[in-house]
């Protein structure tokens, strides 16, 4: 793993602490570049996906807003034998718990980029179908 982040805001909270959530409750991440290398990653069956449900413990991070922007990663893995890029343009997440990360990803506000030359975009909007009026609101849409 080799990253260099230009700028990276925190914000700490003590009662974030105590509640055992973390100390950070607030993060915003920009120019975040470099490469992710897992080519020497050897799987074991307990590493299989069936296997990889994880129960909530007590000192998972849960963050309460978080912002990343311009970021771009190149990981390598075994499979596929060529690099994937990934480029986050931005994303702004209102929590970010690593219990249900791959949820509250979804979950996003407004999240822009590309990922093996594929781009995505994921925002938070609502369609009120009786008057066709579109609010931001919780219910999430992915167009990709």
């Given at each position: 793993?080799?990253?260099?982040?230009?700028?990276?805001?925190?914000t700490l909270s003590l009662?974030?602490?105590?509640?055992?959530?973390?100390?950070?409750?607030?993060?915003?991440?920009?120019?975040?570049?470099?490469?992710?290398?897992?080519?020497?990653?050897?799987?074991?069956?307990?590493?299989?996906?069936?296997?990889?449900?994880?129960?909530?413990?007590?000192?998972?991070?849960?963050?309460?807003?978080?912002?990343?922007?311009?970021?771009?990663?190149?990981?390598?893995q075994k499979c596929p034998?060529?690099?994937?890029?990934?480029?986050?343009?931005?994303?702004?997440?209102?929590?970010?718990?690593?219990?249900?990360?791959?949820?509250?990803?979804?979950?996003?506000?407004?999240?822009?980029?590309?990922?093996?030359?594929?781009?995505?975009?994921?925002?938070?909007?609502?369609?009120?179908?009786?008057?066709?009026?579109?609010?931001?609101?919780?219910?999430?849409?992915?167009?990709?």
């Open positions: 793993m080799d990253m260099n982040i230009s700028e990276v805001d925190v009662s974030h602490a105590v509640a055992g959530e973390g100390i950070l409750s607030e993060i915003s991440i920009s120019g975040l570049t470099g490469m992710l290398d897992r080519r020497t990653t050897i799987w074991t069956e307990a590493m299989e996906a069936a296997h990889q449900k994880r129960e909530a413990t007590e000192n998972d991070f849960h963050l309460n807003y978080v912002k990343i922007k311009d970021l771009a990663l190149t990981i390598h034998d060529r690099p994937l890029d990934l480029t986050i343009f931005s994303l702004k997440l209102r929590r970010l718990r690593q219990h249900w990360l791959l949820l509250d990803l979804f979950d996003a506000d407004a999240g822009h980029g590309k990922f093996d030359d594929c781009l995505f975009s994921i925002e938070n909007v609502e369609v009120d179908y009786k008057n066709q009026i579109r609010t931001v609101s919780d219910i999430g849409s992915i167009s990709i």
